[in-house]
């Protein structure tokens, strides 16, 4: 063969390649328009009966020296890069996606700005018990130089004869202890009726790892001008969990704190397997701060301080605990609370430097 004809068939090729080159885009573009469709649906992305028939199809008019193996090998890959493109053209529309805002979300609450690079601590009892209860943590909290003041009035519990919380009298005592100490309140709301009433109280809108998916809930704390603090799921994917708190921007408020809680395994010497390597995947897909509680996690009081030491070295902008002053009477998770002393030893050692 000559040089010259050589050439010529070098030309053809690279001819060929842009045609396949085009040909692939074309298809690309047509996967993203079938993705869009899809989500409107609320249909998988991934088809495999859709991918047998195309494969099949294929196989059917391969007529070229490849063997049917190397032809499917091939469009299985073409496949994967179109489900991939579809899963990224999800990932750069939602609100949340640091695709769509690249700079960090900063959320101020009463002078703490979350998001901007500072270790912060949101610290208070499991349950409002009375007000001499919260009054002793809030006066705790206080002498740490902390901010913000949690605490559950209304409780979802896994049996219902468990203490539910006091409500809205729970509420009340926060709000007061909280103006007495000028600390900013945190706590859980449960039903979507209660919201409107409850934001004269606090500060910030808790949505706990039960709720993670009550869309109802999600949607109602997305249209008040609060702070949302968003628990992941027990058995929730990051996924899920990232399009919870799409639900919440989607009505408007933006203000959103991720919490990393500890998701349900097959472990036992732990409460929950505190998946610490969500920290970095959530800064990394989101703009959104991320904190870890620390307390739901491990449920033990002696892994308190390991798992927020972990957790801030991996990215953590914050920690949440729980705080009792006696937690033996505590009525409600007693073995996983600090009792004051605890807490300023696990606070003096979090902050050593």
Known sequence: MSNEQLDQLRV????????????????????????????????????PV??????????????????????????????????????????????????????????????????????HFIMG???????????????AIKRHGLKLLRGGAFKPRTSPYDFQGL????????KRVADEYDLAVVSEI????????????????????????????????????????LKRGMSATIAEFINAAEYIISKGNGNIILCERGIRTYEKATRNTLDITAVPILKQETHLPVMVDVTHSTGRRDLLLPAAKAALAIGADG??????????????????????????????????K
């Open 12 to 47: 053809k090729l690279d001819d060929v390649n842009l045609e396949i080159l085009d040909l692939i885009n074309n298809r690309a573009e047509l996967v993203q328009q079938i993705g869009q469709v899809k989500e409107k649906q609320g249909a998988n992305r991934f088809d």
């Open 50 to 119: 859709r991918e047998r028939d195309m494969l099949n199809l294929i196989s059917k008019h391969n007529s070229g020296p490849f063997e049917n193996s190397t032809i499917i090998h091939l469009f299985k890959e073409i496949f994967k890069a179109g489900l991939e493109l579809q899963e990224d053209d999800h990932s750069k529309a939602l609100l949340v996606s640091r695709k769509k805002k690249p700079e960090d979300t900063v959320i101020e609450i009463n002078g703490e700005k979350f998001g901007d690079g500072n270790q």
């Open 125 to 139: 009892p499991c349950a409002v018990e009375s007000y001499e209860q919260v009054s002793q943590v809030a006066a």
């Open 167 to 174: 409500g809205f009298e729970g509420l009340k005592i926060l």
């Open 190 to 229: 449960v039903n979507p009726a209660d919201i409107e009433k409850a934001v004269e109280y606090v500060d910030v809108i808790q949505i706990g790892a039960r709720n993670m998916q009550n869309f109802e809930l999600l949607k109602a704390a997305g249209e008040v001008n609060k702070p949302v603090l």
């Open 319 to 352: 920690v949440m605990a729980e705080v009792h002053p006696d937690p033996a009477v505590a009525l409600s998770d007693s073995a996983q609370q600090m009792d004051i002393d605890t807490f300023d030893t696990f606070m003096k050692e979090l902050l050593k």
